[in-house]
Each structure stands twice: as structure tokens, then as C-alpha cells.
């Protein structure tokens, strides 16, 4: 069974930049699209972005394009997410997961996840 694992998250200021990475415990991981959401307190985990399994194709959420950026390396098993220009609003916990199948925005067409890492952007 895959395991996916965060890391690189923590504290910064707004303005700043952070870069997760989520690292995958086998190498059937790259024949997946992969995703980053986020959870903030009290709300509804939701989607950041995704990449399909080769890298072609990228896709963000409105409220992160232009400052984030994700990509990965399939010989690493590995999948980043680059953010920049972070914002008070971009706290939460960040999860990577696992593309299964149907709608990439809808939390059930994952179907692993990894434990999450936080961030939080202070003002």
C-alpha cells in the first residue's frame, strides 16, 4: 500500500514563500495524478492543485493561481508544492493525495491521503 507523507510546512509572514513536499512510498505513484488541498479551522477541506501523472497538464484553484505552483518528480516519487506571496487566508493544514477517479476538485476521487502539514501565514 502507498503512503504519502507532507513535509515543509510552518510559520510565515505574509508575503512569503514555503515549499511542501509530499514524498510516496512506492513507485506506483507515478502512474497517478496527484493534488494538494487544504483544510482551515472550521471549514471543509478543499482543493489547491493537481498534477496528472506525466506532468502535462496542471490545474489550481482561483484563489491560488499565479502565487502557487505545483509539480513533481516521478524518479523522487515526489510531488511539491511551491507558494509564494502567501496570505493570512492560506493557513490551514495541507494534504497531498492520491488521484482515483472523477471530478479532481471533490475530495472522493482521492483515495489516499497523506497526515497533512501545517501552515500558517501571519499578518
Known amino acids: 500500500q502507498v503512503q504519502l507523507v507532507e513535509s515543509g510546512g510552518g510559520l510565515v509572514q505574509a508575503g512569503g514563500s514555503l515549499r511542501l513536499s509530499c514524498v510516496a512510498s512506492?513507485?506506483?505513484?507515478?502512474?497517478?495524478?496527484m493534488a494538494w488541498f487544504r483544510q482551515a479551522p472550521g471549514k471543509e477541506r478543499e482543493f489547491v492543485a493537481a498534477?496528472?501523472?506525466?506532468?502535462?497538464?496542471?490545474f489550481y484553484t482561483d484563489s491560488v493561481r499565479g502565487r502557487f505552483t505545483i509539480s513533481r518528480d516521478n524518479a523522487k516519487n515526489t510531488a511539491d508544492l511551491q507558494m509564494n506571496s502567501l496570505k493570512p487566508e492560506d493557513t490551514a493544514v495541507y494534504y497531498c493525495?492520491?488521484?482515483?477517479?472523477?471530478?479532481?476538485?471533490?475530495?472522493?476521487?482521492?483515495?489516499?491521503w497523506g497526515q497533512g502539514t501545517q501552515v500558517t501565514v501571519s499578518s
Open positions: 512506492e513507485r506506483t505513484f507515478s502512474t497517478h495524478g
Open positions: 498534477i496528472t501523472w506525466n506532468s502535462d497538464n496542471t
Open positions: 493525495a492520491l488521484y482515483d477517479r472523477g471530478f479532481l476538485y471533490y475530495t472522493s476521487s482521492y483515495n489516499l
